[in-house]
């Protein structure tokens, strides 16, 4: 009688063993399988996969941004890029060697304008100096140095302009910039002119004398009608008294939309 309960529990602990053990030979024969898959499976098809690397990897220069560029920016960490094939790279080596396009006034004026239109916090490096030329990469969004840059440029001069057929640089707290866009606003364009408070701007100091430069203006507010600077503000309120003005602006592009619904009515 008194052996009956010790049989029984040396009964009990032998069954409630069975069930670990069979939990412990199923896990070891999943890692033995699993490790087969792995070396003798997976391992050689890893080998023979494409090697991916990013972008910055190649040393390929990101885009402003304007843009601006823009503008674009470099892509996101966790996206890959195909290592180029031997002609791309051997492309990539030689426009390093090439020297960079060559803007004259009228195109540096284009990729300007275009640099700032293209994003709000595009701003001109304060280390330029101004009554110099300047280097295109800083306002360009793509390789300067390639054979097609000229193109590009071009491109940039026809575009920035028929996007904007207006542009005005102008002083916040200032009469004659007042006047100006007060002028241009009761036109009601289409497309809307391109607007810049340039003494808010934090790069003012280099981006004024740069236009001066540029434009051979001495003096705020400048506009530009089809990238040309109209000139001073005394000319500027002769032309739109004589009407001369609006039509230097409907030449460049742009559409009186306001004009249009006062002759529908």
């Known amino acids: ?8 529990f040396l009964h009990s602990i032998q069954y409630q063993r069975k069930p670990k053990h069979r939990t412990t030979s199923l896990a070891l024969f999943g890692l033995i399988a699993v490790s087969f898959y792995i070396f003798f499976v997976a391992r050689p098809s890893l080998d023979l996969a494409p090697i991916a690397l990013r972008s910055d990897a190649l040393g390929h220069a990101g885009t402003h941004g304007s843009h601006p560029q823009d503008k674009d920016s470099s892509p996101p960490s966790s996206r890959l890029f195909r ?10 080596v030689s426009n390093s060697n090439r020297p960079q396009v060559q803007l004259d006034e009228l195109q540096e004026l284009a990729a300007v304008a275009a640099f700032l239109a293209a994003l709000p916090q595009n701003m001109i490096p304060r280390s330029i100096d101004p009554t110099q030329p300047i280097d295109p990469q800083l306002v360009l969004d793509f390789d300067t140095r390639s054979p097609r840059a000229a193109d590009e440029v071009n491109q940039i001069v026809e575009d920035v302009w028929s996007r904007y057929p207006v542009m005005l640089f102008t002083k916040l707290h200032h009469a004659n910039s007042r006047e100006i866009k007060r002028m241009i606003t009761n036109m009601d364009l289409r497309p809307s002119p391109a607007i810049f408070e340039v003494d808010q701007r934090e790069d003012a100091d280099v981006l004024i004398p740069l236009l001066h430069r540029l434009t051979d203006s001495t003096e705020l507010p400048l506009m530009l009608i089809g990238g040309k600077p109209v000139g001073s503000m005394a000319t500027i309120r002769e032309l739109n008294e004589s009407g001369e003005l609006q039509k230097m602006i409907a030449d460049a592009g742009a559409v009186f939309v306001g004009a249009k619904k006062k002759k529908g009515n």
């Open 83 to 92: 290592l180029p094939s031997n002609t791309h790279r051997k492309t990539v």
């Open 1 to 8: 009688m008194s052996t009956l309960p010790v049989t029984s």
